[in-house]
Every structure is written in structure tokens, then in C-alpha cells.
């Protein structure tokens, strides 16, 4: 970091600005290939001279930047700064209020640069400018090598969540996405789900905060579960893969090997020939000149023979007779050797012939050996790749069983819940009702009973008045005639008697109007109270009948989710017999795929044995034919060694005639 530093401090020089001192002090501490400045306030000239020196780091590899409160157009320097550079691997830019500018900036810097694998924008509100937001977004998508994002607090609304799942859509590398603390809402959870059946790369999506109902956060869940079970798979596959291919360069290596120390062998074995021919060769050479110093000792002798012919007239028929076996005998061994060279060339040819021929064989029968090597590894990695899609497509099976049986499940539950729900609250309602009804029924009842009762009295009281009237009428009209038989007698009492009397019937009278009036209004405010019940009567009955036709709508929506199940369970039982027909249709072409690999197997092993059984063929013939040749070579040895020992045994004979004959004991005389 001190050549960083330098070069930092030399151009705000250059640029007529002091470096900040606390960025210089951060850089002094900070370790090597880390630029922490973190809660660091940098001005725009930093921002440029930073801008300016990071496409050219070769050793940073994460910069932290957070709560550096930072400008548009600082921000935008920077990350123009960071789209040249290649090296670095973490970029933090939590809490900078990044704008319009700065998203746009981050997407082309998503665009340009091919080596940030992690990005944090937590707290930047990148989400309230939506034209930048969405720039952003189309620029993720291109990504390849981006592996975590982290948008906490960023106000990202459902329009921001569905330009999110566009982006996920195509984007084949993001890994984790933190979108906690936002706006998202149903919308954008919905959108998010709908683009998480797309993207298999991504395995960690967090949702807090953002006021997602639990159904989508439980789809979301399970989607990461069966991305992160679908990257576990792939991550055992690309061992397995990588095992089974160091396995089989393994296998190549000792088969290049094998066929290497087989080639040095022949190359061994034909040295060995050579060096054999070369020997019989030299054998021969040595053979012809001895025969040549032969026959010079021959001409030797017969020049002599010749030279002493006249003085030999003794030794002339022995003489003759000696020059006709020297002629037979080097007519002979001429012949011989005429013979045996044609019959080494006519050996060696036919050796070569076979050599050439054995080696052809032999080239043609490796190129085979490696052709069917290949197609056994193009077969194997065949069979491996159908085993594998077979794994994954009963795993899907599974998975799809799984969720279909979860989903069935929770919609029972639902139903259930639901059927519990609402025949609880039609019982609570029914039993509501019948208390009500109960209680109004018991009160008319007693309120019926009193008012009974109370005109049972009243009527008591009007028969016993009519018959205290009665009484009082037929009590006047006796008094009246005992009046008028005593009206003579006593009129003025009676006159008095009957206006007290009169007037006490009076106030009886008007005593018992007025029980009348009392009576009749009591009537009333009785008549009232049944009007009031009955009206109370006739609102419970409304109410009852809005409860009945609210039972009725309830048992109307039953029935309507019932056929909504009904038909949720036909459907999924129609998708599920698609699918199994699909995957019964694809466990067909497996199994067919299986029988032609079973039978391509089978016939690679009766290729490979009938190659095994020509290999072996051309093995014995080859050891045939290394029997035959060493035993032409003892033959010809054989043959050479008889030629010697003729040769020794003539010239013994020459040298035992030459020195027996007369013509040497004449020979110092001349």
C-alpha cells in the first residue's frame, strides 16, 4: 500500500489539492489488499485521485466505502474508476445516499467490470428513482460474475421488486440477495416468486420487513430450499465429475504408459534383430573372405601347379585329378553360397515382409483398441449423464410430489379451518339466536302471563263492581218502594237518604271510571309493550333472516371453495398425471437409452474379446514366427558351422597334398 500511497499524495499534488489526513492515516494502517474508509467524509478531489488509481491496482481486492458520505459526482468517479479494474473482489458502499447518478453509475459499472463478486448498497434509496433503478436492474442481468448483492433499506417498491425479478430472470451467477427493510409488498413478492421458477443460481433471498404475506414468503423459502438442494447436487456432480475425470486421465496415463513400454519393447525386440542381422551379417563377411583368401590361395596353387605342369608329367593325372576336385569343390561351395545368400536375402525379406505386416497390424489394432477406449468413455459418459437427469428428474418428481402433497395439504387445512370457522360461528350465532329468541319468548310469555293475569283481575273487579251495581240497583229499587210506601211517612229522610246515597253512588261511580280509565290505560301501555315486542319480535326475525341468508351466503362459499378444491384437486391431479405420463415417457426413453447402452456394452465386450482373441492370435503367431526365425537362425548357423568345418577339412587336404607332393622337394633346387 505505500507505492498507493505515494501515488495517492502525488496526484492531489498534482491537482493543487492537499491529500485528507485522514485517508493518509487510514492508508499507513490498513493491511495489504484491503482499502477500508470507512465513516471517512471524502472530498471530490479525493474521489478523482482515487478514481484514477484504481484501474491500475493489481493488488486491491476489497474497498470498503461506507458512510463516507459521498457526492454524485464523487460516487461517480469512483466507480468509473472501478470499471477498468480487474482485480478487486468486494466493493462496500452501505449508507452514501447514491441517487439517480449513482445508480446509473452502478449499472455500468455491472456492465463494464468482471471481477466484484460482492456488492453492498444497504441504506442509499436506490429505489426512489425507478428509470435509474431499472437501469441498474438491466445491467444485473448481464452480470456474470456478481455472487452477493445486498439492497437492505434502499425504499425499493413492487415496481422496483418486478424490474428485480426481470433482472433475476436472466441473471445466471447472483447467489445471495439481502432485500430487507423495503417496500416490496404483495406485487413485488408475487413478482419474485414468479421469476425464482427461472433462475437456479440463486439460493438465499431475504424478505423481512417488507410486508409480504407468509404464503409467498413460504413459496420463497421453499424456492431457495430447492435451489440450494439443486446447487448441492451440482456441486456433488462437478466432484464426482472432476474425480471420475482424474480417474480416467489416470487410466489414460497408464494406458499411454502400457502402450509406451509396449512400443519400447518392439523398439527393444527389433534393436535385438538388427544387431542379430548385423551380427549374421559380419559372420557372413568374415565367411567370404576367408573364402576369398581361399580361393587367392587356390589361384596360388594352381598358378604353381601350372608353372610346374612340365616338370609334374609324374604327378599329372594326380594333379588333374586334384584340379577337377578343387573345381567340384568350389563349384559346390560357390553354389552353397550362392544358395544360402539367396536364401538369407529371401529370409530377411520375408522377415521384414512380416515384420512390416505385424507391425501394421499391430498399429491397426491400438488405433482400434483406442477407438473403442473412446467410445467406452463417450458410452460412460453417456450412461453418467442419463443416470444424472434420471436423478434429477425423480428428485423433481419427488420435489413436485412433495409440494403438490404440502400444497393439498394446506388447502385441506385451509378448508378445514375454514369449515371450523364458520360452523362455529353459525353456532355461536345459532345459539345467540336461540338464547334471544329463548329470552324474548320467556319474556312475552311472563309479560302475556301478567297482562293476563292483570285482566283477569280487572275483569274480576268489573263483575264484582257490575254486581256491586246490580246489588245497589235492585237495594235502590227496594228502597225506592219501601220509599214510596214510606214516602208519606218519612220524605224528607228519605230525600236526604237517597241524595247521600245518590252521591255515594256517585263517587262509586266515578271511583270505578276512573278504575275503568286506569284499567283501559294499563290496556294500552300492555298494548304498547306487545307492539314493541312484536316489533322486537319482527327485528329478530330480520335478524334471524339476515343470519339465515348470511348462513346461507357462508354455506354458499363453502360449497364455492369446495368446488374451488374440487377443482384445485382435479387440476393438480391432472397436472400430476401429466407429469407422471411425461416422466413414465421419460423413464421409457431411459430405459431404452439403458437397453441400446446394455447392448452397445455388450457388443464392445464382444469386440473387445474378439480384439482380446485377435491380440492373442497375433501374440502366438508372433511368438510362431520368433520360433521359426530362431530356428532358421540355428539352421544357418548349423550350416555355417558344416561350411567351416569343410573349408578347415579342404584346406587341411590342400595343405596335407600340397606338402606330401614332390614338387616342394624340387622347389629349392630351381
Same mark, same amino acid.
Given at each position: 500500500m505505500e507505492e498507493f500511497l505515494r501515488s495517492y499524495s502525488r496526484l492531489c499534488r498534482e491537482?493543487?489539492?492537499?491529500?485528507?489526513?485522514?485517508?493518509?492515516?487510514?492508508?499507513?494502517?490498513?493491511?495489504?489488499?484491503?482499502?477500508?474508509?470507512?465513516?471517512?467524509?471524502?472530498?471530490?478531489?479525493?474521489?478523482?485521485?482515487?478514481?484514477?488509481?484504481?484501474?491500475?491496482e493489481a493488488q486491491?481486492?476489497?474497498?470498503?466505502?461506507?458512510?463516507?458520505?459521498?457526492?454524485?459526482?464523487?460516487?461517480?468517479?469512483?466507480?468509473?474508476?472501478?470499471?477498468?479494474?480487474?482485480?478487486?473482489?468486494?466493493l462496500d458502499l452501505k449508507g452514501n445516499n447514491l441517487q439517480a447518478r449513482g445508480a446509473e453509475a452502478l449499472g455500468k459499472l455491472l456492465r463494464q467490470n468482471k471481477s466484484i463478486q460482492s456488492l453492498t448498497l444497504e441504506w442509499n434509496n436506490l429505489g426512489a428513482w425507478e428509470e435509474a433503478f431499472a437501469t441498474f436492474c438491466r445491467a444485473l442481468a448481464g452480470n456474470l460474475t456478481l455472487r452477493q448483492l445486498d439492497l437492505r433499506s434502499n425504499q425499493i417498491s413492487h415496481r422496483g421488486a418486478e424490474e428485480l425479478a426481470l433482472a433475476l430472470k436472466g441473471n445466471t451467477s447472483l447467489q445471495q440477495l439481502d432485500l430487507r427493510w423495503n417496500n416490496i409488498g404483495l406485487l413485488g413478492g408475487r413478482a419474485l416468486v414468479s421469476c425464482l421458477s427461472s433462475n437456479r443460481s440463486l439460493w438465499r433471498l431475504e424478505l423481512a420487513g417488507n410486508n409480504v404475506p407468509s404464503d409467498v414468503l413460504r413459496a420463497v423459502e421453499q424456492a431457495m430450499e430447492h435451489n440450494q438442494d439443486r446447487a448441492a447436487t451440482v456441486r456433488e456432480s462437478r466432484a464426482r465429475t472432476r474425480v471420475l475425470s482424474k480417474e480416467v486421465r489416470h487410466l489414460r496415463g497408464e494406458k499411454s504408459k502400457q502402450f509406451l513400454d509396449l512400443m519400447e519393447t518392439i523398439g527393444k525386440q527389433r534393436e535385438e534383430m538388427a544387431r542379430s542381422s548385423r551380427a549374421s551379417a559380419a559372420r557372413v563377411g568374415q565367411l567370404q573372405e576367408a573364402l576369398d583368401e581361399r580361393h587367392s590361395i587356390i589361384n596360388a596353387l594352381k598358378a604353381k601347379l601350372q608353372m610346374t605342369e612340365a616338370a609334374l608329367a609324374l604327378s599329372e593325372q594326380k594333379a588333374q585329378d586334384l584340379g577337377e576336385l578343387l573345381a567340384t569343390a568350389g563349384q559346390e561351395q560357390q553354389s552353397l553360397a550362392q544358395k544360402q545368400a539367396k536364401e538369407h536375402r529371401l529370409e530377411q525379406q520375408n522377415a521384414a515382409e512380416r515384420e512390416s505386416k505385424l507391425l501394421r497390424d499391430l498399429s491397426a489394432a491400438n488405433e482400434k483398441n483406442l477407438l473403442l477406449r473412446n467410445q467406452v468413455d463417450e458410452l460412460e459418459r453417456k450412461v453418467k449423464s442419463q443416470q444424472d437427469q434420471l436423478f434429477l428428474t425423480k428428485q423433481e418428481l419427488t420435489n413436485t410430489a412433495a409440494e403438490l402433497k404440502m400444497r393439498a395439504v394446506q388447502a385441506e387445512e385451509r378448508l378445514e379451518l375454514e369449515k371450523r370457522r364458520s360452523r362455529q360461528s353459525l353456532e355461536d350465532a345459532e345459539r345467540l339466536r336461540?338464547?334471544?329468541?329463548?329470552?324474548?319468548?320467556?319474556?312475552?310469555?311472563?309479560?302475556?302471563?301478567? +297482562?293476563?293475569?292483570? &285482566?283477569?283481575? *280487572?275483569?274480576?273487579?268489573?263483575?264484582? @263492581?257490575?254486581? #256491586? /251495581? =246490580?246489588?245497589?240497583?235492585?237495594?235502590?229499587?227496594?228502597?225506592?218502594?219501601?220509599?214510596?210506601?214510606?214516602?208519606?211517612?218519612?220524605?224528607?229522610?228519605?230525600?236526604?237518604?237517597?241524595?247521600?246515597?245518590?252521591?255515594?253512588?256517585?263517587?262509586?261511580?266515578?271511583?270505578?271510571?276512573?278504575?275503568?280509565?286506569?284499567?283501559?290505560?294499563?290496556?294500552?301501555?300492555?298494548?304498547?309493550?306487545?307492539?314493541?315486542?312484536?316489533?322486537?319480535?319482527?327485528? +329478530?326475525?330480520?335478524? &334471524?333472516?339476515? *343470519?339465515?341468508?348470511?348462513?346461507?351466503? @357462508?354455506?354458499? #362459499? /363453502? =360449497?364455492?371453495?369446495?368446488?374451488?378444491?374440487?377443482?384445485?384437486?382435479?387440476?393438480?391431479?391432472?397436472?400430476?398425471?401429466?407429469?407422471?405420463?411425461?416422466?413414465?415417457?421419460?423413464?421409457?426413453?431411459?430405459?431404452?437409452?439403458k437397453e441400446k447402452v446394455a447392448a452397445l456394452e455388450r457388443q464392445l465386450r464382444v469386440t473387445a474379446s474378439g480384439h482380446r482373441e485377435a491380440l492373442l492370435d497375433r501374440e502366438s503367431e508372433n511368438a510362431c514366427l520368433l520360433e521359426k526365425l530362431r530356428l532358421r537362425e540355428a539352421e544357418i548357423a548349423r550350416i555355417r558351422e558344416e561350411e567351416a568345418q569343410r573349408a578347415s577339412f579342404l584346406q587341411s587336404a590342400v595343405l596335407a597334398y600340397v606338402q606330401g607332393s614332390p614338387v616342394r622337394a624340387l622347389s629349392p633346387q630351381k
Open positions: 491537482r493543487g489539492a492537499e491529500p485528507q489526513e485522514t485517508v493518509l492515516q487510514r492508508l499507513h494502517e490498513l493491511p495489504r489488499g484491503r482499502l477500508d474508509l470507512a465513516t471517512q467524509s471524502l472530498t471530490l478531489d479525493t474521489c478523482r485521485a482515487l478514481g484514477a488509481l484504481l484501474p491500475k486491491l481486492t476489497e474497498l470498503v466505502l461506507s458512510d463516507c458520505m459521498l457526492s454524485e459526482e464523487g460516487a461517480t468517479l469512483l466507480l468509473q474508476g472501478l470499471c477498468a479494474n480487474t482485480i478487486l473482489r468486494l336461540v338464547k334471544e329468541v329463548e329470552h324474548m319468548a320467556r319474556h312475552l310469555e311472563e309479560s302475556e302471563r301478567a +297482562l293476563q293475569e292483570r &285482566v283477569q283481575r *280487572l275483569e274480576a273487579a268489573r263483575l264484582s @263492581l257490575e254486581e #256491586e /251495581l =246490580s246489588r245497589a240497583k235492585a237495594a235502590a229499587l227496594s228502597e225506592r218502594g219501601q220509599a214510596e210506601e214510606e214516602l208519606m211517612k218519612a220524605k224528607n229522610q228519605v230525600r236526604l237518604e237517597e241524595q247521600q246515597r245518590l252521591v255515594h253512588l256517585e263517587e262509586k261511580l266515578r271511583l270505578l271510571a276512573q278504575a275503568r280509565d286506569e284499567a283501559q290505560g294499563t290496556c294500552l301501555q300492555q298494548q304498547q309493550m306487545v307492539a314493541e315486542a312484536q316489533a322486537r319480535g319482527s327485528q +329478530l326475525g330480520l335478524q &334471524v333472516e339476515a *343470519l339465515r341468508r348470511r348462513l346461507e351466503g @357462508l354455506q354458499q #362459499e /363453502l =360449497s364455492n371453495k369446495d368446488q374451488e378444491k374440487v377443482a384445485e384437486v382435479t387440476r393438480v391431479r391432472v397436472e400430476l398425471q401429466e407429469q407422471n405420463g411425461r416422466l413414465q415417457a421419460e423413464l421409457a426413453a431411459q430405459e431404452a437409452l
